[in-house]
């Protein structure tokens, strides 16, 4: 019995000491969030030139370019100062090689700069291929069929 009631007694005693502590930290946390705001209720801040803050752009009219590296993507330059190149992404399965080929022909003729292609895994990584095949092969067919319309 004597010692069910030292239990007790220390459990009565942690549990006082942990209610102290957990008012100390809310005290010291509303103390904390109160402090600024009674600070900026009796400063004045006047502003100064560092202060100021910077213009996002000097002109909403006229755009600006900073100065980058030129990055070469199989025959389209991006950065520096080429121009914005117009880029886009398949949303067919990319297993399907067929409808991915056509819709990569599709953003071309529309004046796509850059087409991405999704590759997850392996077996897109593979179709990946084929597709970057049937493009080279109808491109060389395209080109023949130009030149013979030319002529």
Do not use: W
């Not at 090689?97 to 292609?117: H, L």
Request: aromatic fraction near 2%; hydrophobic fraction near 35%.
């Amino acid at each position: 019995m004597r010692s069910t009631s030292v239990a007790g007694n220390s459990r009565a005693q942690f549990l006082a000491s942990n209610s102290r502590q957990l008012r100390t930290r809310k005290s010291l946390r509303n103390a904390r969030l109160q402090a600024p705001m009674q600070a900026a209720a009796t400063e004045l801040i006047i502003p100064t030139p560092e202060l100021v803050i910077p213009k996002y752009c000097e002109s909403i009219h006229q755009s600006r370019r900073r100065p980058t590296r030129t990055v070469t993507i199989g025959p389209v330059k991006v950065g520096s100062d080429h121009r914005v190149a117009l880029q886009t992404m398949t949303t067919t399965d990319t297993r399907n090689v067929q409808a991915t080929v056509d819709q990569v022909k599709k953003c071309a003729d529309a004046g796509a700069d850059i087409v991405r292609i999704t590759v997850q895994g392996r077996k897109e990584a593979e179709a990946c291929m084929k597709i970057r095949e049937q493009l080279f092969k109808d491109r060389q067919l395209y080109r023949c069929m130009i030149q013979q319309q030319i002529s």
